[in-house]
């Protein structure tokens, strides 16, 4: 079946630090994948996406990774700070399809 | 441009009431989405429409109820609250099925 999974529910690291967080997919025709954050008491942000034509995109302080041949999807955070503190949520969607698919996320501490 | 906004914020039902939760948006996006969060879980999608008039069922609808009467607004509705239903909801919209999906700040519901 369908499933995007997160292989750590949290994660803790000092600040200045980078952050790795990781998430699993099995729907081998997903085609677009996003990475949201979501603050206590707020809605999911968008941070990043990647397409499956590609292996790596870069964003302000963020770096998606896509890893299709073992169907894993990772987020680095550069220089984590106190305000990176939040659940991250990866996300995966078929494009010819209507449903995304979220995991259940990681929460990430960041400690000063 | 305040994006996706949701009415109420929070809200206590008791068993058997019915309530309607409204979202709107300003960034005339044809797709807009109704998701429900809870705890340890991802986002689940109760109901979905891919433009004004037209809605269709996610993956848990049981109980819930939809309206796209104009384009920037999308209604969830529920007839008979049962407390199965107390959750996190939060609507989304999106430009098109392939892209990043703009959340609201959600609406704690509790079914008591």
């Known amino acids: 079946g369908e499933s995007v999974g997160l292989h750590l529910p949290t994660l803790s690291v000092q600040e200045g630090d980078n952050s790795i967080i990781n998430c699993a997919y099995s729907?081998?025709?997903?085609?677009?994948f996003i990475w949201y954050k979501q603050e206590s008491g707020k809605g999911p942000q968008f941070i990043i996406d990647?397409?499956?034509?590609?292996d790596k995109r870069q964003g302000q302080r963020v770096t998606v990774l896509l890893n299709k041949t073992v169907k894993h999807l990772s987020l680095q955070i550069a220089a984590t700070q106190p305000g990176d503190s939040a659940v991250y949520f990866c996300?995966?969607?078929?494009?010819?399809?209507?449903?995304?698919?979220f995991g259940a996320g990681t929460r990430l501490f960041v400690k000063a | 441009n305040a994006g996706v906004t949701q009415t109420p914020k929070f809200r206590v039902l008791k068993t058997g009431q019915s309530m309607t939760l409204l979202c709107a948006q300003d960034?005339?996006?044809?797709?807009m989405y109704w998701y429900r969060q809870d705890p340890g879980m991802g986002l689940r999608l109760i109901h979905y429409?891919?433009?004004?008039?037209?809605?269709a069922k996610g993956e848990v609808p049981d109980g819930y109820n939809v309206s796209r009467l104009k384009k920037q607004n999308f209604l969830l509705g529920l007839e008979s609250a049962a407390p199965s239903q107390t959750s996190v909801y939060f609507c989304?919209?999106?430009?098109?099925?392939?892209?990043?999906?703009?959340f609201g700040p959600g609406t704690r519901l509790t079914v008591t």
């Open positions: 989304a919209s999106s430009y098109d099925r392939g892209y990043e999906q703009y």
């Open positions: 729907n081998s025709a997903s085609d677009y």
């Open positions: 990647i397409r499956s034509n590609m």
């Open positions: 996300a995966e969607n078929h494009t010819g399809g209507f449903k995304t698919i």
């Open positions: 960034m005339n996006h044809e797709y």
């Open positions: 429409s891919v433009g004004e008039g037209t809605t």
